[in-house]
Each structure stands twice: as structure tokens, then as C-alpha cells.
């Protein structure tokens, strides 16, 4: 992982409920230095995370002039996140490569 940080979990009620972390200053900083060779449009900036013991693929979204990080149910459930928690995470922008826009990456 290329940074780390600590944030908040939060819920967003939506048309599903779905929890998110808001990426520290410094994170954001990283991400915005390396977004021209991952980002695929909206935006959206594709990234391997690491909470505890789970590894996964997702993409970041812009949110507050930052970004914010899903966190995917099987993740939460595995690590015992809730809303309101605080959680480590480590983090690496992932340039596409030619990879689909849409590819789901690996879950571990």
C-alpha cells in the first residue's frame, strides 16, 4: 500500500444504504498526484485497499473536494465495521492498464 490513513465510517441512506470513509487530508493529496493514469471518467479513481485482514479493488468518488472510499458489505461484516467507527486503511491508486472500466477485481 502505497498510503495509509485513519477515518470514520459513515452511512449514506440512499436508495441503499451504503457505508463510506472520507480519505484524510494527506490521502487525498496522494491519490490527486497519481488520478491522470487510473481515473476512467466521473471521477471515479480505481484503488486496492486494505482494511485489516481484507484486500479488495474498488474506485473512489469525488465527495467534499476529497474523495470517499466504499466499503463493501462482505468487508465490513469480516472486519466488524459499523457507522461511527474509526478503521485504518492502506491504499494504492491502481492504473488501468487497459483493464476494464467495469471489472470487479479480486476479493480477499
Do not use: H
Not at 488520478?35 to 486494505?50: D, L, N, Q
Not at 474498488?58 to 468487508?75: E, H, I, N
Not at 469480516?78 to 491508486?93: C, F, K, M, Y
Request: hydrophobic residues 35%; neutral net charge.
Amino acid at each position: 500500500m502505497d498510503t495509509s490513513f485513519s477515518g470514520e465510517v459513515f452511512e449514506w441512506r440512499g436508495p441503499s444504504p451504503f457505508y463510506w470513509v472520507l480519505l484524510s487530508e494527506d490521502a487525498v493529496d496522494y491519490v490527486r498526484g497519481r488520478a491522470s493514469e487510473a481515473t476512467y471518467g466521473w471521477g471515479a479513481i480505481p484503488v486496492c485497499v486494505r482494511i485489516g485482514d481484507s484486500g479488495w479493488e474498488t474506485s473512489l468518488l469525488p465527495r467534499s473536494g476529497g474523495y470517499a472510499l466504499p466499503l463493501r458489505k462482505d468487508v465490513r461484516l469480516r472486519e466488524q465495521l459499523s457507522d461511527g467507527d474509526t478503521v485504518a486503511v492502506g491504499l494504492s491508486v491502481a492504473p488501468r492498464r487497459g483493464r476494464s472500466a467495469n471489472s470487479p477485481g479480486p476479493a480477499s
